[in-house]
């Protein structure tokens, strides 16, 4: 497929090309004449570029990733103490879908591009200077695989065949030589900390906290639920916990339309949604005039919203609809949280809407995700 990359953020050589890649160029927008002046192959081509935008036309700026984005600032910025003090962590706690694994790499990614300009790319000793190393858990993630991931965001050459011990090791000297300040783990929540293996790591997470000059920015879905704050203690033993005292949580609440400013913010995201689309018949409120409908339909998660507007565009290109209408979208499915919410939520917001009763006056049914969780 053209623009496809093919690239891992784990490793440093992805993260590198992520962070320096240039804006992607909006292809023009063509009217229905122009588009049919175009000969098959061209067609083919633009519509391909089409869809290759509609995928990644670029991170909007919600009013919840200006704020964290705010919070991990203040974080990272007064994070300045000597070796011998152990730095704060945050950790972006957050239901499925929201943007936690963006929030904290776009953030980083700003990061990373500052600290190269200001510093170059080599460091004092001639080693590369990579400000940001990124690493995912996965289940029944180990000590040893923690240090190996670590090591192999680096390409340092002795991964495979070194044990746990070494390849801490060798972590933190990765960490030293190249001046990396920040060190973003994702998937936190594939630790248990009522299993052995899930002890181990959260207490090698504190380790690296304590030996290297780092800022950890860690993202999991319901950690405090998990009592990963906690580290699997309970009762009075739950006092001892360490990571309760040293992380700083950062909640990311879904969109809400129970009050004014929650619709307006909802309504803010449709409007920037709407201009990136590169659809011949798009205009002005085709998806603002759908505001509780595309609501109903993500429940508020800004990922459940993404998805079904990159797949109806898909689908406008691919029928020559070029619109998106609530009839064309009803036919595009989801993913399975959303699509068991919206019926229920949809009616709930047209009875808000009803004469004699103020726009959206009540909040959502329980069970749904369109209130501040926690």
Same mark, same amino acid.
């Given at each position: 497929?053209?623009?496809?990359?093919?690239?891992?953020?784990?490793?440093?050589?992805?993260?590198?090309?992520?962070?320096?890649?240039?804006?992607?160029?909006?292809?023009?927008?063509?009217?229905?004449?122009?588009?049919?002046?175009?000969?098959?192959?061209?067609? +083919?081509?633009?519509?391909?570029?089409?869809?290759?935008?509609?995928?990644?036309?670029?991170?909007?700026?919600?009013?919840?990733?200006?704020?964290?984005?705010?919070?991990?600032?203040?974080?990272?910025?007064?994070?300045?103490?000597?070796?011998?003090?152990?730095?704060?962590?945050?950790?972006?706690?957050?239901?499925?879908?929201?943007?936690?694994?963006?929030?904290?790499?776009?953030?980083?990614?700003?990061?990373?591009?500052?600290?190269?300009?200001?510093?170059?790319?080599?460091?004092?000793?001639?080693?590369?200077?990579?400000?940001?190393?990124?690493?995912?858990?996965?289940?029944?993630?180990?000590?040893?695989?923690?240090?190996?991931?670590?090591?192999?965001?680096?390409?340092?050459?002795g991964t495979d065949r070194a044990n746990a011990a070494q390849l801490a090791s060798f972590a933190v000297d990765c960490v030293l030589s190249c001046h990396t300040?920040?060190?973003?783990?994702?998937?936190?929540?594939?630790?248990?900390?009522?299993?052995?293996?899930?002890?181990?790591?959260?207490?090698?997470?504190?380790?690296?906290?304590?030996?290297?000059?780092?800022?950890?920015?860690?993202?999991?879905?319901?950690? +405090?639920?998990?009592?990963?704050?906690?580290?699997?203690?309970?009762?009075?033993?739950?006092?001892?916990?360490?990571?309760?005292?040293?992380?700083?949580?950062?909640?990311?609440?879904?969109?809400?339309?129970?009050?004014?400013?929650?619709?307006?913010?909802?309504?803010?995201?449709?409007?920037?949604?709407?201009?990136?689309?590169?659809?011949?018949?798009?205009?002005?409120?085709?998806?603002?005039?759908?505001?509780?409908?595309?609501?109903?339909?993500?429940?508020?998660?800004?990922?459940?919203?993404?998805?079904?507007?990159?797949?109806?565009?898909?689908?406008?290109?691919?029928?020559?609809?070029?619109?998106?209408?609530?009839?064309?979208?009803?036919?595009?499915?989801?993913?399975?949280?959303?699509?068991?919410?919206?019926?229920?939520?949809? +009616?709930?917001?047209?009875?808000?809407?009803?004469?004699?009763?103020?726009?959206?006056?009540?909040?959502?049914?329980?069970?749904?995700?369109?209130?501040?969780?926690?």
């Amino acid at each position: 497929m053209a623009g496809t990359a093919l690239y891992t953020l784990s490793r440093k050589e992805g993260w590198r090309r992520w962070t320096d890649a240039a804006s992607r160029v909006r292809p023009e927008l063509l009217t229905r004449r122009q588009l049919g002046r175009l000969g098959a192959d061209a067609r +083919a081509d633009f519509d391909d570029a089409r869809h290759d935008w509609h995928a990644n036309f670029g991170t909007i700026k919600t009013p919840q990733l200006a704020a964290i984005h705010d919070e991990l600032d203040q974080i990272v910025a007064t994070n300045r103490q000597d070796p011998d003090r152990v730095r704060g962590a945050a950790v972006i706690d957050a239901l499925p879908g929201l943007g936690k694994t963006t929030i904290a790499n776009t953030f980083a990614r700003d990061f990373d591009r500052a600290q190269r300009r200001r510093h170059g790319e080599r460091t004092g000793d001639g080693h590369e200077h990579l400000p940001v190393f990124r690493v995912g858990l996965t289940s029944r993630t180990t000590l040893r695989t923690l240090n190996r991931m670590i090591c192999e965001f680096y390409g340092h050459p002795g991964t495979d065949r070194a044990n746990a011990a070494q390849l801490a090791s060798f972590a933190v000297d990765c960490v030293l030589s190249c001046h990396t300040r920040i060190g973003i783990i994702d998937d936190l929540h594939f630790i248990d900390p009522n299993r052995r293996d899930g002890v181990d790591v959260s207490n090698h997470l504190k380790w690296l906290a304590n030996e290297l000059p780092v800022t950890f920015i860690y993202a999991g879905v319901g950690l +405090a639920e998990r009592r990963l704050f906690a580290e699997g203690l309970t009762g009075d033993s739950a006092v001892m916990a360490q990571i309760a005292r040293r992380w700083t949580r950062l909640e990311l609440p879904p969109f809400h339309v129970a009050d004014p400013a929650g619709r307006r913010h909802w309504r803010s995201l449709l409007k920037a949604t709407e201009w990136q689309l590169v659809l011949a018949d798009a205009h002005p409120g085709m998806l603002t005039d759908l505001d509780d409908y595309l609501f109903a339909r993500a429940t508020g998660h800004i990922g459940s919203f993404i998805t079904l507007i990159t797949r109806g565009c898909y689908k406008a290109i691919r029928t020559g609809a070029e619109s998106l209408t609530q009839d064309l979208l009803d036919t595009i499915r989801i993913d399975e949280a959303s699509e068991a919410a919206r019926h229920q939520l949809q +009616a709930t917001l047209t009875g808000a809407r009803r004469p004699g009763r103020p726009p959206a006056s009540r909040p959502a049914p329980a069970g749904t995700s369109t209130v501040v969780p926690r």
